[in-house]
């Protein structure tokens, strides 16, 4: 018999416990920039802090799923076979807001290069940090786990929202690293949570079409990678990204493919993944 008992509130514990992870990881990361550490230090020690969701998750797993394996159900959540119309449809929908940011940045930026990478080398390098810190790092805990574990209770719609909410949250302490105060810091903080509960909603929708966690993590590269290469001002990137991704979030929240936010079918659909 499984003595273990199961948490009562598994997705509040994750969620505090993410945070009191990265927390002193993020000051760790922050005494290495000051202390002038190699870079290469500096990159390893941000991506380790970017994967706190996930330690958290792996240390509460037990008490989550008792008698589960969480190996097994991380290889479960990329188990299903990915639908070539739901990749293309993101990148799709990426590439266009990606598009559009760079034309408005371009009509307002000084700078001689609306890019910040010139070589076929730096931007493959780009991309990978992005990945492994990011997107690799976060989308287990927040999209395999708690994601998924409020859907049980609440509809895909309004279980985004938490997650978008608290997700946005936990990249407070970052948001001081930018330079910004007053009501610029305001500003930032307002466009980065429109454009990530944004976000979000468009990671659940194709994540329920597809339920393979490569889409969210998909969505969430493309998101960082093509937000950092645009040479922009931060806010400005923030306002467009906010902007074009709430468009396309309500857009979707309005046509509701298929049922997957909100529904009978939805509610089919989750309780299909709990058997």
Request: hydrophobic share 55%.
């Amino acid at each position: 018999m499984n003595s273990e008992k199961k948490l009562k509130k598994p997705v509040a514990s994750f969620i505090l416990l993410t945070n009191i992870i990265f927390l002193p990881l993020f000051c760790l990361v922050g005494a290495i920039k000051v202390l002038g550490f190699p870079e290469w230090v500096f990159n390893v020690m941000r991506c380790i802090s970017a994967w706190s969701s996930t330690f958290a998750f792996a240390a509460l797993f037990k008490k989550i799923y008792p008698g589960q394996s969480f190996i097994q159900f991380v290889k479960d959540k990329f188990k299903n076979k990915l639908k070539f119309s739901v990749i293309l449809t993101v990148i799709m929908i990426q590439v266009f807001i990606f598009l559009m940011v760079t034309f408005f940045v371009s009509n307002n930026s000084e700078a001689d290069s609306i890019f910040k990478i010139s070589s076929w080398g730096m931007l493959i390098y780009f991309f990978l940090k992005n990945l492994l810190s990011g997107p690799m790092g976060e989308e287990i805990g927040w999209r395999g786990f708690a994601l998924m574990e409020l859907q049980k209770k609440h509809s895909p719609l309004k279980a985004s929202i938490i997650i978008g909410f608290w997700w946005g949250m936990w990249h407070l302490p970052i948001w001081f690293t930018t330079g910004y105060v007053g009501i610029d810091l305001i500003k930032y903080m307002l466009f980065f949570m429109i454009a990530i509960l944004s976000t979000t909603i468009i990671m659940t929708t194709f994540y329920n079409l597809n339920r393979n966690l490569i889409i969210p993590i998909i969505i969430h590269q493309f998101f960082n990678f093509l937000t950092g290469i645009i040479n922009g001002n931060l806010i400005d990137l923030m306002l467009y990204n906010a902007i074009f991704y709430l468009v396309v979030a309500v857009l979707i929240i309005v046509i509701n493919p298929k049922k997957v936010l909100y529904g009978k079918e939805a509610t089919n659909s989750i309780n299909g993944e709990q058997t």
